[in-house]
């Protein structure tokens, strides 16, 4: 049995396949002992025409700190979309206190994407995640959340050098390990990143399949976590969550209600592949 112990802290949506309730799933097959710290309960995903976002912040604070007193510990934390500024100071402290304690943190900054803030992100997030991203072993963001994070400049294509100055901003702010999605470099669809325990920069390309799904990018780093947390190097695993995410949806483009996002539960097997 996998004692491994890992804290998920997101948000968790009622109706549909997003954050935690994409994570859960894939993580629990993987065989590890989970957790999870909702940073906000959400009616449905944010791409239905209405939704609810209930702030959890106080739930958060009390939890972490009668955490702390019964001494729970984890070997991993996974830190995704959080949703006040008081909860990302609360959150950030946590992990730079369990990251001195020799805990794996790994940091998907959610804050947009295709060029902007999502909908109510303050710019002020933006500096809030830089602390944050600070003591990640891993970090995932997207091309976007890169280029706000290390005030670069964002464009429609990168070449490979500017994709590797990209990388080694984000290794600036003080994240180890750098996994960038969402890139385009010299022409082609790529996930950009760096492996400081192999000392490598990489880049890996891909075909992008023109269909949306909301969650797949919780997706992606839940397999690129748990295969991480197997030993696995940080580009095989990003290969990986690629190949997973790339099959899940083309297995199910032909979904009616795709704002509900990907069916998870009933495709687990995909991730057994290789």
Same mark, same amino acid.
């Given at each position: 049995?996998?004692?491994?112990?890992?804290?998920?802290?997101?948000?968790?949506?009622?109706?549909?396949?997003?954050?935690?309730?994409?994570?859960?799933?894939?993580?629990?097959?993987?065989?590890?002992?989970?957790?999870?710290?909702?940073?906000?309960?959400?009616?449905?995903?944010?791409?239905?025409?209405?939704?609810?976002i209930h702030d959890t912040t106080e739930y958060v604070?009390?939890?972490?700190?009668?955490?702390?007193?019964?001494?729970?510990?984890?070997?991993?934390?996974?830190?995704?979309?959080?949703?006040?500024?008081?909860?990302?100071r609360i959150i950030s402290d946590f992990c730079h206190?369990?990251?001195?304690?020799?805990?794996?943190?790994?940091?998907?900054?959610?804050?947009?994407?295709?060029?902007?803030?999502? *909908?109510? @992100?303050?710019?002020?997030?933006?500096?809030?995640?830089? !602390?944050? $991203? +600070?003591?990640?072993?891993?970090?995932? =963001?997207?091309?976007?959340?890169?280029?706000?994070?290390?005030?670069?400049?964002?464009?429609?294509?990168?070449?490979?050098?500017?994709?590797?100055?990209?990388?080694?901003?984000?290794?600036?702010?003080?994240?180890?390990?750098?996994?960038?999605?969402? *890139?385009? @470099?010299?022409?082609?669809?790529?996930?950009?990143?760096? !492996?400081? $325990? +192999?000392?490598?920069?990489?880049?890996? =390309?891909?075909?992008?399949?023109?269909?949306?799904?909301?969650?797949?990018?919780?997706?992606?780093?839940?397999?690129?976590?748990?295969?991480?947390?197997?030993?696995?190097?940080?580009?095989?695993?990003?290969?990986?969550?690629?190949?997973?995410?790339?099959?899940?949806?083309?297995?199910?483009?032909?979904?009616?209600?795709?704002?509900?996002?990907?069916?998870?539960?009933?495709?687990?097997?995909?991730?057994?592949?290789?």
């Open positions: 049995m996998n004692n491994t112990q890992l804290l998920l802290i997101n948000d968790m949506c009622g109706y549909g396949k997003v954050a935690l309730s994409a994570m859960l799933p894939v993580l629990s097959h993987m065989g590890y002992r989970i957790h999870n710290l909702p940073t906000a309960l959400v009616s449905d995903t944010l791409n239905y025409p209405k939704f609810y604070r009390q939890s972490l700190a009668i955490w702390e007193e019964l001494g729970f510990e984890f070997d991993a934390i996974s830190t995704g979309f959080i949703v006040t500024e008081e909860e990302t206190r369990r990251a001195a304690k020799g805990t794996k943190v790994f940091v998907d900054p959610i804050m947009g994407d295709n060029g902007r803030l999502y *909908a109510g @992100v303050p710019e002020s997030t933006i500096g809030l995640m830089r !602390d944050l $991203v +600070a003591c990640a072993d891993y970090t995932v =963001p997207n091309y976007t959340e890169a280029c706000l994070l290390t005030d670069t400049p964002m464009k429609d294509g990168i070449s490979a050098e500017e994709a590797r100055v990209l990388v080694d901003a984000m290794r600036g702010l003080g994240a180890k390990s750098v996994v960038v999605t969402s *890139a385009k @470099v010299d022409g082609t669809n790529a996930v950009i990143g760096y !492996d400081r $325990v +192999a000392g490598e920069h990489f880049s890996i =390309p891909f075909e992008l399949i023109p269909v949306y799904f909301p969650g797949t990018g919780d997706t992606f780093s839940s397999v690129l976590l748990g295969r991480v947390m197997a030993g696995w190097t940080l580009q095989r695993a990003t290969a990986d969550a690629m190949r997973v995410v790339s099959e899940l949806i083309a297995r199910n483009a032909g979904q009616q209600d795709k704002s509900a996002g990907l069916p998870i539960e009933a495709c687990l097997d995909v991730i057994d592949g290789e």
